[in-house]
């Protein structure tokens, strides 16, 4: 037995390592390889210095060593990594490395020093790959990406056998469990243009969640057709992510044809789709296809319910919401589908846009007797709704007392009050405001202080932004605002371009008497096909083994290759998106557009609206509804015909405020009636008609004489669940007393007392005017009696 004084000294080791060594072929037994490694251990504990701060260490020791005594000095814990690391260098200069000895390395540095694994991995000449597996694992735990990265690349040249679909996955998932998204991306377009293995549905669905919450939709479409193009097999989940995206962005035809993909779609599937086809108005096939769900034994949840409602309530259809707000509550056993805060202020919002402001209290009185807690956002809904339905006085009194309890007001009510009082004309309370924003710590948006500007603008009082530089302290935001508008004033007075002279801003062909063409949205036979598919669908079906036969017949009508961007957005265009400074130009450009205009500079405005588009900024909605709805009313319908051929050009989405304003223009040109034939295609493509449109049409109608019309297009108003506004009533009284229809005029104004709406100014000038036609059809009844009289006495 060796005592403790009888460890061998360097110069001794010689000649104790040759004897092991001709030792080993007559099978050296385990005990002498355990005092060996003891031995070694004790005299390599204390290392030499490394002056050339490399991980190897030249060791003063006779090699090779005997792979089972290294395996030994590799697992030791007092040895350290760099001199565990400088023990196998220098055993793999003289012999090839075991599998075993390798393993020790990996396995040992992986739990002590993850930086010396990729110098300990180049070394090894052959790994195993659980080992392999175990040291990429402890690189990825350490977030070294770059070493793990290295790793599958030198695996990829020396050892491919070490390369799994498991082996790729873990570094695409660690590295997206890091928010290192562009690197996992790069990794995983790598991984597709070599050979087969895929890497796994875990991480491929991951990643595509990951680019779709990120908004990143080119890159996201640009994966889907390299997987695509390698055959890749998705799976249900990955499907519903496919699904989902593109359904949200617009893409209906593509999201139908993976749906019709799947052979057994769940309740997520289900889910996406229905999503999409209200994310897209398509309202009436997403109720169809919700109706086939039941029926074929899908039952709704409650996002079921959620993306319904939501999708009816910003269509305007609020009857057929609380209808579905009404089968949730007779289907909620055991609290699996209770309507939630969500779902209450969808409905809330909803009432609250159709004008039914006593329902909607009502309704949220009930939210309340539920035992729905309403949040922040129910109260901002409300206060909204309140300005918005001619009760400030109520909405502003809601927000003092919610203000003065300390709590469910945020920096969003503060903006609702800030924008309506600057709407007002009262930009000294909305600036007091902001101070108490500010004082509360909430952050000033761009919403908030862009109406504050054009306040200031719409009173002539630019000198009171000083107030609100001194309000809003450490924000970057109004320093940007102040120099953007410095800037664009500067850009201004920059003289134009002489050799854009006499060129139209927005060149056209034809004029907006040719809307059909613009509209012209169902390709020839389409509503044909369309008449057909619905009159079938309440007969035989055509595939009696589908499990959705109406969403089945949508995917064959749809063409897949169509990525063409909406025709019809389902969201109204905003003149603040407040993206940051994604959006910060046009948001901008927006809301100088909105002070120009309304100070009736129209040229420059367009003036703005060039340069910032020679600046690569791209219009948005509510750019071109601005400029058009200008041309509109100055009478310009040859330009704001070529605003509506740029929109298609650019394929940007028109919406309800884009249409009401092309039936203004028809309105002006006399042709009403064609106006009526656009909402019908409109209505086909997924629109809808808000209480703002029904006006506008009724008005155009009314104009042209088309009274039988108006009165059948009130009718389907409030057959919709619309109320009427003051306006409705007083374009109806108007174009009624116009017409010489008295008596229906005085109908309308006793329904208008009698629904507790408010007359307004325009209202006593209507009446003015029809008090005016009631005294003229006096005198001319009174003259035609005078007439009679005489001409009775003239012929007894």
């Not at 309340?368 to 909204?384: E, K």
């Amino acid at each position: 037995m060796l005592k403790r004084s009888s460890f061998l000294s360097p110069s001794l080791l010689s000649s104790k390592i040759s004897n092991q060594t001709s030792s080993s072929s007559t099978s050296c037994s385990q005990l002498s390889d355990v005092l060996l490694a003891a031995s070694l251990t004790k005299s390599l504990s204390s290392p030499k210095p490394n002056n050339n701060n490399t991980d190897v260490v030249p060791l003063p020791l006779p090699l090779p060593l005997p792979d089972s005594v290294l395996v030994h000095l590799l697992r030791h814990p007092s040895l350290t990594p760099s001199t565990k690391l400088s023990l196998f260098a220098n055993s793999s200069n003289t012999t090839n490395n075991s599998i075993s000895s390798s393993s020790a390395l990996l396995f040992s540095l992986s739990r002590s020093s993850p930086r010396h694994l990729l110098p300990a991995l180049r070394l090894s000449s052959t790994l195993s790959p659980s080992a392999f597996r175990t040291a990429l694992d402890s690189l990825l735990r350490s977030s070294r990406f770059d070493d793990a990265i290295a790793a599958l690349d030198l695996a990829h040249r020396s050892h491919p056998h070490l390369l799994t679909p498991h082996t790729y996955s873990s570094v695409v998932l660690a590295l997206l469990r890091k928010s290192h998204l562009p690197l996992a991306l790069s990794l995983f377009r790598t991984i597709l243009l070599s050979s087969p293995p895929y890497p796994t549905h875990l991480s491929t669905n991951t990643l595509l969640l990951s680019l779709l919450k990120s908004d990143l939709r080119d890159d996201f479409r640009h994966l889907f057709d390299q997987l695509s193009q390698r055959g890749y097999p998705f799976d249900l989940c990955g499907h519903n992510i496919l699904i989902h995206a593109f359904g949200l962005w617009g893409h209906l035809a593509l999201a139908l044809s993976l749906f019709k993909r799947i052979d057994s779609p769940d309740h997520c599937t289900y889910n996406s789709l229905l999503k999409a086809l209200c994310s897209n108005g398509k309202l009436k096939d997403a109720l169809r296809a919700y109706e086939d769900m039941k029926e074929y034994g899908h039952e709704p949840d409650r996002f079921t319910y959620r993306t319904l409602i939501h999708g009816c309530v910003k269509s305007y259809l609020v009857d057929d919401a609380m209808r579905l707000f009404q089968e949730m509550e007779y289907n909620n056993n055991n609290n699996v589908v209770k309507a939630d805060t969500v779902v209450y202020n969808a409905l809330l919002d909803g009432l609250l846009k159709v004008g039914k402001l006593t329902e909607a209290c009502r309704f949220f009185e009930k939210m309340v007797s539920d035992g729905v807690r309403a949040s922040s956002c129910s109260f901002n809904i409300l206060i909204d709704g309140l300005f918005k339905n001619g009760r400030a006085a109520a909405g502003f009194a809601l927000f003092c007392d919610l203000k003065k309890k300390g709590r469910l007001v945020d920096a969003i009510s503060f903006s609702i009050v800030v924008s309506n009082l600057s709407r007002e004309g009262r930009v000294a309370e909305a600036l007091d405001l902001v101070k108490e924003m500010e004082g509360r710590g909430f952050v000033v948006d761009l919403v908030t202080i862009t109406s504050i500007l054009i306040g200031l603008h719409k009173i002539g009082r630019w000198d009171m932004a000083e107030r609100l530089v001194k309000h809003v302290r450490d924000n970057a935001l109004l320093p940007n605002v102040l120099r953007w508008k410095d800037d664009m004033e500067a850009s201004l007075q920059s003289p134009q371009d002489k050799g854009k002279d006499y060129t139209p801003l927005f060149p056209s062909v034809g004029s907006l008497g040719d809307i059909m063409s613009w509209t012209n949205l169902l390709s020839p036979g389409e509503e044909e096909e369309d008449r057909e598919g619905h009159n079938s669908s309440d007969g035989e079906r055509k595939d009696e083994w589908s499990l959705s036969p109406y969403l089945d017949r949508l995917a064959n009508k749809s063409d897949p290759s169509d990525d063409s961007s909406w025709m019809f957005s389902a969201s109204r265009g905003k003149r603040v998106q407040d993206k940051g400074i994604k959006s910060f130009d046009v948001d901008m450009v927006n809301t100088y557009l909105s002070i120009f205009l309304a100070k009736g500079k129209l040229s420059r405005a367009c003036k703005l609206f060039e340069i910032f588009s020679s600046f690569g900024t791209d219009p948005v909605s509510y750019t071109y509804n601005s400029l058009m709805s200008a041309f509109i009313k100055k009478g310009y319908m040859k330009e704001a015909w070529g605003i509506l051929q740029e929109i298609g050009d650019k394929h940007c989405p028109a919406d309800v405020a884009t249409y009401n304003l092309i039936i203004q223009g028809l309105g002006k040109m006399g042709k009403a009636d064609l106006g009526t034939n656009v909402l019908d295609r409109m209505l086909k493509k997924g629109g809808y008609l808000d209480i703002v449109m029904y006006n506008t049409l009724l008005h155009a109608l009314g104009k042209a004489g088309m009274m039988d019309e108006v009165n059948t297009l009130f009718d389907k108003m409030t057959g919709s669940g619309i109320n009427p506004d003051v306006v409705t009533y007083n374009t109806l009284i108007e174009v009624h007393a116009k017409a010489g229809h008295v008596k229906e005029a005085y109908k309308f104004l006793r329904k208008m007392l009698a629904a507790g709406c408010s007359p307004n100014h325009v209202t006593d000038t209507i009446l003015d005017f029809l008090e005016k036609e009631v005294e003229q059809m006096r005198l001319r009844q009174a003259s035609m009696r005078r007439e009679e009289e005489l001409d009775t006495n003239r012929h007894p």
